[in-house]
């Protein structure tokens, strides 16, 4: 079916065959009823971004649904389906999900297939899964997860045992006992809003009650992960995107008899939106000749560092815990004009793209101006399961503070 990206250089693009994600749901009788709005190319985290207009949040048509997958957690948190896809190479899944008042999930990298789906960063994209319930969101990893031979980077020896995972609701023995859940000091503290804070101490609070054990963390290196995603997202992305020049991909522009390379600027110049322009331009930069190592080397050794904190941090606690975002969505056009500000609406989500492991946005009820916000679990790589324990734990046991949040126009 038509598959644009949100991009006008995509406009009329149609595919021969679809991801393997979407393939496994319909061979288990998943009916896909749409395309959902996203910020271009999954760059973006407000869907302002997007070739065809902004979707709006579910809560507040003045504020945004926040991105890259916007128009998906819109369609979840107002009942349109109940269950959707997106992709997340650095929270584009998990940040809307937050902003949205619904469960987003980012499984560790490798764990879905991402044959068919459109590259944005290829060693951070990762398909993510939106719904109003842990148990939602586990009956679709167990459909679209395993090893898929079509994509170089799947796990091979995957069996997903996410529903096995659930324990018996109904009989209230969802709980934590036993569970050592760490509180990473450098994402809680100041840059927070004051109903995200308040936000946090109560999520503390209910794990201790569920019987987690709640500890603080330390990951120095984490201040240093927005840098690092910035410098390698972009670089990634401009490799990945010169495929769209108008010669095999893309609405080509110009005359014939301009030329290729006439007609390839012409194309990229008027198909692509300012957003993926400032990112091509960025990236092509911190690959340049005389940049490299300055730039896009040490974002990498950076990269290495964080994993290396995550490792450390992940032999004493099972699941790390922050805010999804510092602050619940803001208003449409209030970044706009602030290219650094709106990337560090990032800055929580970020590191687990960079470092490969899980992570789930739970909603943990209403924040400042009254609208929703997230809470971020991280699980090790391949401990996914442990994520959807801990999200019908709190949606099981503790009420509407952590149930999704339906809103019905």
């Known amino acids: 079916v038509l598959t644009t990206a949100a991009s006008k250089i995509l406009n009329n693009f149609v595919p021969p065959y679809s991801a393997t994600v979407v393939e496994r749901l319909e061979l288990q009788d998943a009916i896909v009823i749409a395309k959902a709005n996203l910020d271009e190319f999954g760059m973006g985290s407000s869907n302002e971004n997007s070739a065809f207009g902004a979707a709006s949040n579910a809560w507040s048509t003045e504020h945004v649904a926040g991105g890259s997958s916007g128009g998906s957690a819109v369609a979840v948190a107002t009942g349109v389906a109940p269950l959707a896809l997106g992709t997340d190479t650095g929270g584009s899944v998990r940040q809307p999900a937050a902003y949205n008042g619904i469960i987003g999930f980012k499984p560790t990298y490798g764990r879905l297939s991402r044959f068919g789906v ?4 290829s060693s951070l994209d990762q398909v993510g899964v939106m719904a109003r319930s842990s148990e939602d969101i586990a009956l679709a990893m167990d459909v679209m997860a395993g ?84 410098l390698i997202a972009p670089a990634e992305a401009s490799s990945n995107l010169a495929r769209y ?24 110049g008027e198909g692509f939106g300012p957003e993926v322009k400032r990112r091509i331009l960025t990236g092509s930069y911190a690959l340049s000749a005389g940049y490299y190592d300055a730039y896009y080397g040490k974002a990498l050794k950076v990269r290495r560092l964080i994993a ?39 800055i929580d989500t970020v590191a687990a793209n960079l470092v490969g492991v899980g992570g789930m946005s739970i909603p943990a009820g209403k924040a400042d101006d009254d609208l929703p916000c997230g809470m971020q679990f991280l699980a090790p790589v391949m401990k996914d399961e442990r994520l959807v324990q801990v999200a019908q734990a709190l949606q099981s046991n503790m009420g509407e503070d952590f149930s999704p949040l339906a809103k019905t126009w």
């Open 245 to 268: 020049d108008g010669m095999i991909y893309g609405n080509r522009q110009g005359e014939d008899a301009l030329g290729q390379a006439e007609s390839m600027m012409l194309t990229r």
């Open 147 to 230: 090893h898929d031979p079509q994509d170089s980077t799947s796990v091979v020896d995957d069996t997903p045992q996410f529903s096995a995972a659930l324990t018996d609701a109904s009989l209230n023995d969802a709980s934590l006992q036993g569970m050592k859940i760490g509180f990473i000091e450098e994402l809680c503290g100041d840059g927070n809003s004051e109903g995200t804070i308040s936000a946090i101490e109560k999520t503390k609070a209910q794990l201790k009650e569920l019987g987690a054990e709640v500890v603080n963390v330390s990951l120095p290196n984490i201040k240093y992960a927005i840098s690092s995603y910035y």
């Open 118 to 121: 459109i590259a944005y960063a």
């Open 308 to 346: 290396d904190e995550f490792a450390k941090a992940f032999e004493t606690v099972d699941v790390l815990l922050s805010p999804t975002t510092p602050s619940p969505a803001f208003k449409m056009g209030e970044k706009s004009d602030d290219p650094l500000a709106a990337y560090l609406v990032d």
